[in-house]
């Protein structure tokens, strides 16, 4: 069985979410913080060997003060994040176990991701060495400037790409060292840079990225319909889960 670890990336800026107290992966959704879903999906699965979660410098002593005993239950890493995405995803690719061949990148923002997504995008990986999850473009593209339409982009063949994002771990590793000064806003920008080829998986629109206040209300009404992950410990040592609100 192929080993994977998996990276949860929660050292963002949150700037459009706009909460003077919380960064979007730590406010509460429900009954937990956003990014406890998250890492929670990957933690039942028999190939994963690892999780890493990145975390902002800034915020890391706050972070373990309020969620020390999640990390510690949850056998979990706590990496620093870097000035951009990239640089936080290259930090926790140094610390990755070597007994994982490959490595998943998933948002922490994504809490609604089921674990159906996880498998199909795990194997496809497997089989072709890189995989992402994606939906086709439904809607018209517009494109804009100075609030003005200027055209109409085609659709076809168009795609939003999801996370988690998965690679063979040597293949990653390089294209991450062969960037430069390259900040691509996902790793498969670097690999396709790199010439790999990226598999798409089709993914489903309900796995959103929380961006603003609005999308707690959907990703609340998404969980709700989502069975919980099996867990062998639970996920917050409080009964209450009164964390970090």
Known sequence: MSKFSVIIAAAGKS????????????????????WLYSVERFLNRDDVCQVILVVAAEDREEFLSRFGPNVAILGIDVVEGGQQRADSVQNALAKVDEAAEFVAVHDAARPCVTDEEIEAVFVAAQKSGAAILATPVS?????VEKGVVKGTVPRSNKYLAQTPQVFRRADLEQAYAARGARQPTDEAELMEASGHAVTVV????LNIKITTKRDLKLAKSILKSMPPPKLDAPAHPFADGDMWR
């Open 15 to 34: 700037t459009r979410f706009k909460d003077e107290h919380f960064k979007k992966p730590f406010v509460r959704l429900d009954q937990k913080a956003v």
């Open 139 to 143: 809607s018209t593209i517009k494109e």
């Open 202 to 205: 089709k993914g489903s629109p």
